[in-house]
């Protein structure tokens, strides 16, 4: 059970958009550290999506995007595509574990 | 670009040791901290450790803290964890990755594959 909760899962039809959120506490997201989301499938190295809460990463498409306030953040992903199905990982630092630490996980099925 | 290749994974008993390595190239490597992280079976994604550039400050997760070391050779560009006391729940694909930022503002901009650890008798 991470100290970040994730949703296990999202779903969204392709075209349309989903919100995947990033949920912390006063010791890692609201002590105002950044949050940065991964993209992973299966078998592969996992990719650098957002840092700093809402920067994309080189390469990155805008239809990606992050956003943080308060002890949360969210990553929003539109016009989805298939392959954007994968898993999506939230991190950040946490002061009581003085170390990063990973959100759970959610997994987006593109309908 | 930058390439991060994961090596010493393997079938390993519970209570034995084993070292994995993370051979890099195309960067400075020493000018960047190094992480390794895990993915056990069915799981997400687990932070173990990160090693800054200068090899001297290291940070672990509790869980390894105490049985896990990671260490960085400059003149090989490579940085390994060695794990000792392994257990059935240290199964797990095992992911190096360098570290953008530092300290508590670390980003992993760069991931290997990753090396299969199972640990059974």
């Known amino acids: 059970q991470s100290i970040l909760t994730q949703p296990p899962s999202v779903s969204g039809a392709p075209g349309q958009g989903v919100t995947i959120s990033c949920t912390g506490s006063?010791?890692?997201?609201?002590?105002?550290?950044?949050v940065h989301w991964y993209q992973h499938l299966p078998g592969t190295a996992p990719k650098l999506l957002i840092l700093?809460?809402?920067n994309r990463a080189s390469g990155v498409p805008d239809r990606f995007s992050g956003s943080k306030s308060g002890t949360s953040a969210s990553l929003a992903i539109t016009g989805l595509q298939a392959e954007d199905e994968a898993d999506y990982y939230c991190?950040?630092?946490?002061?009581?574990?003085?170390?990063?630490?990973f959100g759970g996980g959610t997994r987006l099925i593109v309908l | 670009q930058v390439q991060l290749v994961e090596s010493g994974g393997g079938v390993v008993q519970p209570g034995r040791s084993l070292r994995l390595s993370c051979a890099t190239s195309?960067?400075?490597?020493?000018?960047?901290?190094m992480h390794w992280v895990r993915q056990a079976p069915g799981k997400g994604l687990e932070w173990l450790a990160l090693?800054?550039?200068?090899?001297?400050?290291?940070?672990?997760i509790d869980s390894v803290r105490g049985r896990f070391t990671i260490s960085r050779d400059s003149s090989s560009n490579t940085v390994y964890l060695e794990m000792s006391s392994l257990r059935a729940e240290d199964t797990a694909v095992y992911f190096c990755?360098?570290?953008f930022g530092s300290g508590t503002s670390s980003v992993l901009d760069h991931w290997g594959q990753g090396t299969l650890v199972t640990v059974s008798s």
């Open positions: 090693i800054w550039s200068d090899g001297i400050n290291k940070y672990y």
């Open positions: 990755a360098r570290d």
């Open positions: 700093g809460d809402t």
């Open positions: 006063s010791s890692n997201i609201g002590a105002g550290f950044g």
């Open positions: 991190q950040s630092y946490d002061t009581s574990l003085t170390g990063s630490v």
């Open positions: 195309r960067f400075s490597f020493s000018s960047y901290g």
